[in-house]
């Protein structure tokens, strides 16, 4: 066979990778009939399905040559992947911290893979990076940032926080000689994905110090500055302080304001964690309650938490610019076209990855379809949820936390005999049998506790009303047993 015949039969078969209308239609038919099914039924779907079925269905079905159709393929995802275990995109989802998915930001996902622009480097593509840019400036502007800051649209808040610790580690210039006289300090209830950025970052052999905690599970501003002064005095570099606006245990919010003083007076880089609570920076409540927060050197916030966005979604910012772009800009010959002409900053700069997925868009989207009205409602909502389950919970004879600074509350049941830890575990199991909401646990001070954690925008006053009842069920049906 001829160069040219074996091309054009190459040609017949690769462009079956690109459907034509009527095949388009088809697919797009059957996936908008799935989802718009899942949409109109999601208010009686169990936020949690307590069965066997754990999706290997999937591994019977290989990865091969021949091709599926739709429909079979349809069928595999709702039973495999939609079915089992945790509904996140359930209001019923009370647990770990709650993830969202609102419907237009999919349709900015699907906009975004069907033209495929290149959100990496501004020089490619000038009109999505001014978009990630504008939502960059614009998160700056919520939570008290200056505009030149700097930012990136990263996968979520562990690459955020990611960034920000690389980010510290070279402002401050700890360079390996240093690392092991260097200290960093955080609080035992700081997210597990900081330590493993600083291990990432090169850091896990600085010296770590966990501050005391107030009875609220928030640093002690007075236990730092000693810790730091002693530090000093040992010969130790004190350099990175790491602050929560919203631990995921707890929902408390470290002193942020009194924290930046220590850190300001000391010469440390501040981080604050503010994946889960930083967009209740839109709320005058959350305006209070994280006061400081615009005082820090880099911060990571989750709009895939916070703004409801499916998952994929976290902004790191860093307030001089130019330490961000430092740590995180290379220069390769290939790419030498792409220098002119730099209005803007390309991410591809300010973060380890190059080519990225175009997430501005669906960030973009919603928040121009809705305004930000709704959101700072959905917010407001949420805090106010958590109150009102806080009182209501204690109502039925539950021992809780202390009143929700954001959104979590923290209960458990004390039963008249027997083990506690025992029986809120039983309680545990029962209410993710029931299905119609899910919750998890944690271990405060070594006691099995458990939680509530309101963030999906699909929760509402009458998701908590049934997570009341069943509580009160179950509390009922385990004491007499
Ligand atoms: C969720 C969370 C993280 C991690 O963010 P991902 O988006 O899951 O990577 C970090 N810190 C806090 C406080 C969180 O709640």
Known sequence: MSLVARIARLERISRKLEPDAVERNEVRENVIRYTEHFLDTIATRKAYEFNSNLGAELLKSPIGEKSMPIQKAMKLIERAVDFPALNPASGGHLGYIPGGGIYYASLGDYMADVTNRYAGVFFAGPGAVRMENQLIRWVAGVVGYPRHAAGNLTSGGSIANLIGICTARDAKKV?????????????????????????????????????????????????????????????????????????????????????????????????????????????????????????????????????????????????????????????????????????EPSPADLSPELTKHFRGLRMW????????????????????????????????????????????????YVPRKGDADAFNKKLLTAVQRDGRVFISSTLLQGKFTLRFACLSFRTHQSTVDTLLTVLKREVRRLSKA
């Open 175 to 343: 360079r390996a000689a240093r690392v092991s006289s260097s200290v960093i300090y955080m609080t035992h209830q700081a997210h597990h994905s900081l330590e493993k950025a600083i291990r990432i970052a090169g850091l896990g052999e600085c010296v770590m110090r966990h501050v005391k905690m107030d009875d609220h599970h928030r640093m002690d501003p007075i236990a730092l500055a000693k810790q730091i002064a002693s530090d000093r005095k040992e010969k130790l570099f004190p350099f990175l302080l790491i602050g929560s606006a919203g631990t995921t245990d707890t929902g408390s919010v470290d002193p942020l304001d009194a924290l930046s003083r220590v850190a300001r007076k000391y010469k440390l880089w501040f981080h604050v964690d503010a994946a889960y609570g930083g967009f209740f920076m839109l709320t005058t409540y959350g305006k209070k309650i994280l006061q400081g927060i615009e005082n820090s050197d880099s911060l990571s916030i989750d709009p895939h938490k916070g703004l409801f966005l499916p998952y994929g979604i976290g902004i790191v910012l860093v307030k001089n610019a130019r330490q961000m772009h430092a740590t995180h800009v290379y220069q390769a010959n290939y790419m030498q076209d792409a220098l002119s002409s730099v209005e």
């Open 365 to 412: 989207l919603p928040l121009k379809l809705h305004g930000v009205k709704p959101f700072r409602a959905c917010l407001d909502e949420k805090l106010l949820l958590a109150r009102y389950f806080h009182a209501e919970v204690a109502k039925l004879g539950f021992e809780t936390g202390p009143k929700p600074e954001l959104s979590v509350v923290t209960y458990r």
